[in-house]
């Protein structure tokens, strides 16, 4: 195979661009940025993303997907009130749209109408901030080479949360308007209210912490499921076995929760040895068994109390 010999590319994410293939010939262009959906291999030369996502990556979309659902049946959950039937809607609602949205995201994604995605293997945490690596030969003259090295995986999740925002738009308000007759007219809209705030949030973490959510998010999920599940319990002065059954709502909040744990688990171990990892999974139930094996020793009710009391 004949390829036309030219200077080394400078910079980490700088290449050649295939102009021209007739048989075993290839023409490459100057080195520059390469196109959508490529990126340098090390010979500094733009391949075509071909691979599947690894398990990792379809790990971080879904919890990039996860965000914007937990935020939406918090807030609602928040403004619903205790004595609201349009809670259970809304949360359908909301579980509806942002798997629409994830249906649409792929769907329009490379390749065009099926459910799956070709990628660019993420290899370091610099793959994510190609911005930041263009070089300067003469310390002038900036040969600017930023694109999307882990394609798709950072603009993927602009499109999902883009999607969710306009079938929340279309769906929810109508919902909100017909069944929650229970809630005055200023708190009917709240949680889209609140919806209009998160986005812009989410979409600027996004942009600037994507490459450090992708690779500290299975540690995140793991201490915030934690934290909320030790905070609900308290607050709703869970004590012992009894009062977590009691209610149906208690059940599926703990069950949540572990499959948030069990989320977290396989992110970390990413499930390379079977075996040796499905066994973690047994760890689950832990934190929900310790803290209710100790909370006779903390006694959370007479904490609230001193605390409302002001002591």
């Not at 809670?87 to 359908?92: G, K």
């Not at 003259?141 to 995986?153: D, F, N, R």
């Not at 989320?263 to 310790?290: M, N």
């Amino acid at each position: 195979m004949a390829v036309d010999i030219q200077p080394a590319c400078l910079g980490l994410y700088c290449g050649k661009t295939l102009l021209f293939k007739n048989g075993s010939t290839e023409i490459y262009g100057e080195c520059g940025v390469c196109p959508r959906g490529q990126r340098t291999n090390a010979q500094k030369y733009c391949q075509p993303c071909t691979e599947s996502p690894e398990l990792y990556d379809w790990l971080y979309l879904g919890f990039m997907a996860m965000l914007p659902l937990v935020l939406h049946w918090f807030f609602i959950e928040w403004y619903s009130g205790k004595k609201s039937s349009s809670a259970l809607f809304q949360h359908i609602t909301a579980l509806l749209e942002c798997s629409m949205a994830a249906i649409i995201t792929l769907l329009v994604s490379d390749p065009v109408g099926v459910l799956y995605i070709r990628s660019c293997r993420v290899l370091m945490l610099s793959d994510w901030y190609t911005m930041l690596y263009n070089p300067s030969p003469d310390y002038v003259t900036t040969v600017h080479c930023t694109h999307e090295a882990v394609y798709p995986l950072y603009t993927i999740v602009f499109i999902y949360y883009a999607f969710c925002l306009v079938l929340m738009m279309l769906l929810r308000p109508l919902l909100v308007k017909k069944i929650a007759c229970g809630l005055g007219k200023s708190d009917r809209f709240k949680s889209i209210y609140a919806a209009l705030y998160f986005f812009p949030i989410l979409t600027v973490l996004q942009a600037v912490g994507g490459g450090l959510l992708y690779y500290a998010f299975p540690y995140i999920i793991l201490v915030l499921s934690l934290v909320t599940l030790a905070v609900y319990m308290s607050a709703s002065e869970i004590e012992n076995c009894y009062d977590l059954l009691v209610r149906k709502k208690r059940l599926i909040v703990l069950f949540s929760h572990w499959l948030l744990h069990a989320y977290g688990i396989i992110s970390i171990s990413r499930v390379d040895k079977l075996e040796q990892d499905l066994p973690l999974l047994a760890l689950v139930p832990t934190p929900a068994l310790f803290y209710l094996f100790t909370a006779k020793f903390t006694e959370p009710s007479r904490i609230l109390s001193e605390g409302a009391n002001g002591h």
